[in-house]
């Protein structure tokens, strides 16, 4: 690791902590070599991996042999790193609000976006069989749990409780968009950066936006942005919102 010189970043094609790393070094155009990990081949639960970010969480950014973990910090360092072009704002209370939205973006992830995409796509980064050894490396039981429910499927208040939470997000940033295009500070930044890659998803898996008619503006004038195009590539699915509750009832059937 020690070795790794430049930016390296291990990273999932559909991981959204993964998207707002690669919009960030794709927004100052930083050389950065890829290392492309699949979650549900297991490929985070690699010896190798794991000497990287023992919590098995992707994506992790490796800068001349120093480890950055977690996505939000990821975004600080490279911003501290590399500051131009400038993405955080200068002023004190924009600041701080620029850090509320990036911090809310990665720590609502396990109770908003998370749920709702396991369980309406009905991924499955854990095999029954890999849950003992995830068990022993992993330290935070919330995540045991969390892959755990994932092949016992998702009971329907969770899954509710998750729509509900994902629509107050959405409702505070249409809020904020009504007023102005960007969401701190009249500038494009971090915090339209980290959130862009949730809202994407949401999208693209069908969650109902048409009250957000501000928060589909800001993410189309997001996606338009070259950076976008390199970071993200082409969207390679999305569902028709009238497709979304037969496909969760089919995912349970399935699932007996
Ligand atoms: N708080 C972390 C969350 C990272 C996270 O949950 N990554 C997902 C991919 S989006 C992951 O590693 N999933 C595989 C797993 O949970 O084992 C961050 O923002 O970096």
Do not use: C
């Not at 690791?1 to 094609?13: D, I, P, S, V």
């Not at 959405?170 to 009249?186: F, I």
Request: avoid cysteine.
């Amino acid at each position: 690791m020690q070795a790794l010189t430049g930016l390296h970043l291990y990273h999932a094609k559909l991981s959204n902590s993964s998207m707002r790393v690669r919009l960030l070094l794709e927004e100052k155009r930083l050389a950065w070599a890829s290392h492309l990990l699949d979650a549900t081949k297991q490929d985070n639960l690699a010896e190798s991996y794991l000497r990287i970010n023992p919590t098995s969480l992707i994506p992790a950014l490796v800068h001349d042999g120093v480890v950055v973990t977690e996505s939000s910090d990821i975004l600080y360092y490279l911003e501290e790193h590399f500051a131009e072009p400038r993405l955080a704002p200068v002023e004190e209370g924009e600041r701080a609000e620029m850090r509320e939205w990036v911090d809310l973006a990665a720590s609502s992830h396990p109770t908003t976006l998370k749920p709702w995409m396991y369980a309406i796509t009905g991924t499955l980064t854990k095999r029954p069989e890999d849950m003992e050894r995830y068990r022993e490396l992993q330290s935070d039981p919330d995540l045991v749990a969390f892959h755990q429910r994932s092949l016992d499927g998702f009971s329907d208040e969770e899954v509710a409780d998750a729509v509900e939470r994902n629509h107050a997000i959405l409702a505070r940033m249409e809020g904020g968009l009504t007023e102005a295009p960007w969401l701190v500070g009249g500038v494009y930044g971090l915090a339209d950066i980290a959130w862009f890659p949730n809202v994407l998803l949401l999208d693209l898996l069908g969650f109902p936006m048409s009250d957000y008619p501000a928060v589909r503006r800001w993410l189309a004038v997001v996606r338009s942005r070259p950076a976008a195009g390199r970071a993200i590539g082409s969207s390679p699915f999305r569902l028709p919102g009238w497709l979304l509750r037969p496909v969760i009832r089919l995912r349970k059937a399935l699932r007996g």
